[in-house]
Every structure is written in C-alpha cells, then in structure tokens.
C-alpha cells in the first residue's frame, strides 16, 4: 500500500513534464474539473496532443491508473472522434487502426464521466509513439461532482420520503426546503408561482443517495418578488421510471 501511494505521488510530481523530443500532450481542462450531478451528459476532462516532429506519427494513450469514487461512476476513451467501452485502457488497442498525426497536427483526448453522487475521480494518462514507446509523457486528470448549489446533505439515513414545509415561512429573502430520501432517486425539486408557472428548478433530474437534506433558497438570487409561490418535490425510481413521491407545498415570500 505504501509503496503504491509513492508511486502515485511521483506522478503528480512529474505531471509538468508535458513535452517529449518530437510531440506534445498536456491538460487543457483545470487539474480538477468541478461539476455537479445533475448533469445528464458525460463530462469530458481534455488532453491535448501535438506532433512537432517532421515526420508523420503513431500515437497510443494508456490509462495507467483511475480512481472513481464509487461503482455507480463510468470513465470512458474518446480519441479522434471514437469512443470505446469504459473497460478499455488502451487506445488504440492492438490491432485497431493506428491513431496518426501527421507533422504539426494536432488532436484532443478526452476522458468522459459519468457521477452520480458527489466524489472526486482522478486519471492518469501516458501517451507515447509507437515507435519510440520508452519515450512517453504522463499526465494526471481530475473530475469533481458535487450536488447543485444550493443542496446540502445533513445526514446519510432515513426511514421514508419526506417533504417538510419551508422555515422560516414567511421568508425574506432566505428560507430552507427539508426533504428526506429512503433510497437513491432521481429528484426534481421545481417551484411555481401562483399562477402554476414553473420560475426555478434548482434540483434538476439529480441521483441523490439516502438521507436527509436541506435546500438554501435565496429569493434575491432567484429574482423574485412578493407573493405566494409553491414548490414540488418529485420521486423517480431509476430503473422503473416511476415516480414514488411527489408532494408540494405553499411558502409565501413577504419583502
């Protein structure tokens, strides 16, 4: 265990190291990423590769080491417009068609995520020539997920779905919104005015664990006026697609 943790430090340390002889590869993402899990899409973390030789060349990027927080994450290769399984490390694998540059050229790596509850991935990626596989450049790669702005877990258990009425209520201009999850779901919280026109969603389609958590909404930022408004939590099994909860409520803002 020790001497893995060395290892992983030495390549931190040497991820400045960005140019080899004849080519190219750096980040052109920040180190860490940040972004949240309400996202739908893969979030893709970018390297670039550059030939500066005279020569048209080979390319292979290896994934030589990955940490996801936990199973529910995926980490997949896209190079030159292909995308592979999450599985493969190597790309191009053996026997694939060559990934080639030719003099000057230059093209982007990407790594896509895919988190669902909040964590910290970390990738490290060696790229090298065919022809010259001693030669290589290595680069390290970071994607944090976090929940929207806003949410806040305030514990890990809970015995049921719950939607608790906002406090304080009324409220200028700050007031929490309480809920309660007794499994992993997909959440929306939504609210209306009192028209029933929808005018927010700060929690949008989001996988958040079991537990109990608070919602910090802030009418200010939200640009909203005096008056009634609601707002509707809405429970989605994931595998069924089923909602198992939905429940809504008044809260009145008074400036």
């Known amino acids: ?95 694939a068609p060559a990934f080639e540059l030719m003099p000057g050229a230059q093209d982007t790596m990407l790594i ?9 991935a970390t990738f490290v990626i060696k790229v090298h020539t065919l022809t010259s596989p001693n030669v290589y450049i290595i680069d390290t790669f970071g994607i944090k997920m976090r929940y929207p702005v806003g949410i806040k877990q305030e514990s890990t258990n809970a015995s049921s779905y719950f939607l608790g009425q906002n406090f304080p209520n009324p409220f200028n201009p700050v007031t929490i919104i309480r809920f309660m999850l007794k499994d992993a779901r997909i959440v929306s919280l939504r609210i209306f005015d009192i028209t ?18 608070t919602y910090k909404l802030d009418a200010d930022y939200l640009k909203l006026s005096s008056g009634i408004y609601y707002y509707m939590l809405d429970v989605i099994d994931p595998l069924r697609q089923t909602v198992d909860f939905r429940k809504t409520l008044k809260m009145v803002l008074i400036k």
């Open 1 to 95: 265990m020790r001497k893995l943790i060395v290892i992983i430090f030495l390549l931190f340390i040497f991820t400045g190291f960005t140019s080899a002889q004849d080519f190219q590869f750096y980040r052109i993402t920040p180190r860490v990423l940040i972004s949240d899990t309400s996202l739908m899409n893969p979030v893709p973390v970018k390297g670039l590769v550059k030939n500066i030789s005279s020569q048209k060349q080979s390319f292979r990027f290896i994934r030589i080491y990955q940490y996801l927080p936990d199973t529910s994450w995926k980490a997949y290769f896209c190079v030159a417009h292909t995308c592979y399984p999450y599985f493969v490390d190597t790309v191009p694998s053996r026997g």
């Open 196 to 213: 029933g026109r929808e005018i927010a969603k700060p929690v949008d389609n989001t996988v958040l664990n079991e537990g109990f958590y």
């Open 112 to 120: 896509n995520t895919i988190g669902r509850t909040p964590g910290t």
